[in-house]
């Protein structure tokens, strides 16, 4: 029977499943190849994951491997196959094949990603010695802040490679790769840096704001000083200074930081954002979560491996909690919040990476997460000091503000409000300074004081209102004003009673000036006004009220004389 020609439909149809079926087959072969040599890729500076590349096995008590590659066969079929490691613990043997198909001799297996208490690796190659070295936490390092070691796989050769890891935890899944020591060595140098670097920064930002608490007494100073010196800590901790530097190696104090960075962050953002007063809901959260964090701080001690999934639990909560609070203050109008809110979200940019590889949700994307985390948690102490400064700028502002309203308010507490110049409380403050006990005789001396009586006054307001007498005290005062210099005042002391407190020296100027004063006053359009004064002086007298009552007499002396005979006038003590 005939058979109808293939429509082209069909014949991409076909194509289409013959390149999946083509796709399958590669992908088993790959799958089925657990013991196919894994060559080192030609690039040496691309590090090849033995992890991906080699088997996983569980290890077990007494399960020391071979020394000869020929038994190593049925060494690996008496152990259990995992496909990765326990987040929670335990003791495993990675066994991969490699072929150095470069030109590259020197290598390093760089066991990474997690805290590993133990680890051994063991290089086999045919005809040559066993190549073997310890490294972990508990280790010496042959590389600082790290756990790689040097191997030796000549161009062309094939290796056993076993690694075998144990830990109590393990805070990621790790990572084992195979990378040549020159590419290694910069790697090595390039992370120290940036770490050391940031955990300085860190630092020197804790004991500086640490230090300017002591000047202010700011309790959110305080809280971010805490912060941050738990921060320093606990990552100086998990990049294994405490362990290589100070010989400190006890895991049960690496989670105790991250605990408190909770603890602190929260008191933190509550003082500066000002929580409990714009979200209380929001505050009260917060602070269940301080109390979850030191709930669960113990654990540390008694759980060890879970204290890592737990801490993660709380720290992830803070910081929803930050950046919540953060948006919730920006928006009631609180500036500084911007920076306060950038700076957690720049933290969170990591933590999106390290917080669910913790909880093993994921892999590491990058090959330091713990690096990455540690710069973003830098970025966010110099943004929150950023966030600090822009309080301290605002507060400052609204303090020069509050200032000028004070300088305002004295000036009108010292200042009478009808004719403008200072009034009767300046009069006394003033003149209570100038015969201050602790005054030398020759500043008391060149004291000066003349009390000034307004005469005219009453007749003025009985027949033209008191409209025209207040323009009588009003032009009185500004001619009284031109007196004013850096070491003359003038006063009005009430009614029609005024005072110029000076210098002796200007005696003579102020004499004439009063006579002046009397003549502009006529000429001005007030008739009968006049001027009555009296002069005391320093060198009279030390005291205060003396130099007053001394002054007065002779204003009204001077009143009285000015008055025809057999005018009545007032007792003069």
């Known amino acids: 029977m005939p058979v109808a020609p293939m429509s082209p439909r069909s014949a991409l149809v076909a194509v289409r499943f013959l390149l999946r ?23 040496p500076a691309r590090p090849l994951d033995l992890l991906r590349q080699g088997d996983l096995y569980l290890a077990t008590a007494g399960s020391e491997p071979p020394a000869h590659p020929a038994e190593l066969d049925a060494w690996l079929a008496g152990l259990q196959r995992v496909g990765r490691v326990g987040l929670f613990g335990g003791s495993y043997w990675l066994h991969a094949q490699v072929r150095n198909d470069s030109k590259v001799s020197q290598w390093v297996i760089d066991p990474h990603g997690s805290l590993m208490e133990r680890v051994q690796v063991r290089v086999m190659l045919p005809g040559a010695s066993l190549q073997a070295f310890n490294a972990g936490y508990e280790a010496e390092p042959q590389y600082m802040l790290h756990y790689g070691g040097d191997v030796l796989l000549p161009p062309g050769q094939t290796a056993q490679v076993l690694v075998h890891l144990e830990s109590r935890y393990f805070a990621r899944y790790p990572s084992v790769e195979l990378i040549d020591k020159a590419s290694y060595r910069h790697i090595v140098v390039s992370e120290n840096v940036l770490a050391i670097a940031a955990l300085g920064a860190m630092l020197t930002l804790a004991l500086y704001n640490l230090f300017m608490f002591y000047g202010t007494r700011d309790k959110a100073l305080l809280y971010y000083s805490l912060y941050l010196l738990c921060a320093t800590v606990a990552w100086g901790l998990t990049f294994h200074i405490g362990a290589h530097w100070l010989g400190f190696l006890d895991l049960r104090w690496h989670y105790v930081g991250f605990f408190l960075l ?12 000002q929580l409990p007063r714009i979200a209380p809901v929001l505050s009260r959260v917060s602070r269940a979560n301080i109390v979850l964090s030191l709930a669960l701080l113990p654990s540390c001690f008694v759980a060890l491996p879970y204290a890592h999934a737990l801490a993660t639990l709380v720290i992830s909560i803070s910081l929803t909690l930050a950046v919540t609070a953060g948006v919730v203050s920006l928006a009631s109008g609180f500036l500084p919040a911007r920076y306060f809110l950038a700076a957690f979200l720049a933290l969170i940019v990591p933590a999106t990476f390290i917080l669910p590889a913790n909880l093993g949700l994921i892999e590491s994307p990058v090959r330091n997460t713990e690096l990455l985390t540690l710069l973003g948690g830098t970025a966010d102490a110099i943004l929150l ?4 400064a822009d309080k301290i700028r605002l507060l400052a502002r609204q303090k020069d503000q509050y200032l000028v309203q004070l300088d305002r308010a004295l000036d009108q507490a010292s200042t009478d409000y009808l004719t403008g110049i200072l009034n009767r409380h300046a009069f006394d403050r003033m003149l209570q300074a100038a015969m201050a006990p602790q005054r030398s005789d020759d500043e008391v001396h060149r004291v000066m004081l003349v009390m ?26 500004r001619q009284l004003a031109t007196l004013k210099s850096e070491r003359t005042a003038v006063f009005r002391l009430g009614g029609d009673e005024f005072a110029v407190l000076g210098d002796a020296q200007d005696e003579g100027r102020l004499r004439a000036a009063m006579a002046e004063f009397e003549t502009c006053l006529q000429s001005a359009g007030f008739a ?3 001027v009555s004064h009296g002069m005391a002086f320093g060198s009279e007298t030390r005291s205060g009220s003396q130099l007053l009552i001394r002054a007065d ?21």
């Open 21 to 43: 079926w083509l796709t399958a087959c590669v992908l088993l072969l790959g799958c089925t190849a657990g013991w196919a040599s894994s060559p080192v890729p030609a690039d």
């Open 262 to 273: 909770p603890v602190f962050n929260a008191l933190f953002f509550l003082e500066f954002l």
């Open 385 to 388: 000091a950023f966030a600090l």
């Open 452 to 477: 000034i009586d307004l005469d005219g006054l009453k007749r003025i307001n009985d027949e033209h209102g008191h409209t025209q007498g207040d323009a009588l005290l009003c032009e009185f005062a």
């Open 528 to 530: 009968g006004a006049g």
């Open 553 to 573: 007499g002779r204003m009204y002396q001077h009143k009285t004389a000015k008055r025809p005979a057999g005018a009545s006038v007032r007792a003069v003590a």
